[in-house]
Nanobody, 124 residues
Framework: VQLQASGGGLVQAGGSLRLSCVAS????????LGWFRQAPGKEREFVAA?????????SDDDSMKERFTISRDNAKNTMYLQMSSLKPEDTAVYYC?????????????????WGQGTEVTVSS
């Protein structure tokens, strides 16, 4: 599976962005897909994941859970992350990942395939 993330950029605090992750190579529909992020100087952390049937799981971080929405379009082999009310602390490189499990997982080690990341910068 090859993953290509896009949609990042520079946005002011309070703004919105929609990230996309296009998958190719193997049968997309059977994979659980996830978003992770890594801020400068910090470890990579889980954001959200969605399985082939639309079952979702989000980070325990209420701040992200309230402002981020994950979705996927199997016909387009694409996963999305809609981010709203962005804050400077959301600044990070956002990575998409794929896993062949049925249930969406929240740990880095569960994912076998990774995209290159797309950078999000939120200015105050």
């Amino acid at each position: 599976v090859q993953l290509q993330a896009s949609g990042g950029g520079l946005v002011q605090a309070g703004g919105s962005l929609r990230l996309s992750c296009v998958a190719s190579g193997r049968t997309f529909i059977f994979f659980t897909l996830g978003w992770f992020r890594q801020a400068p100087g910090k470890e990579r952390e889980f954001v959200a994941a969605i399985n082939y049937s639309g079952m979702m799981t989000y980070s325990d971080d209420d701040s992200m859970k309230e402002r981020f929405t994950i979705s996927r379009d199997n016909a387009k082999n694409t996963m999305y992350l809609q981010m709203s009310s962005l804050k400077p602390e959301d600044t990070a490189v956002y990575y998409c990942a794929a896993d062949s499990s049925i249930r969406p997982k929240a740990t880095i080690e569960d994912y076998d395939y990774w995209g290159q990341g797309t950078e999000v910068t939120v200015s105050s």
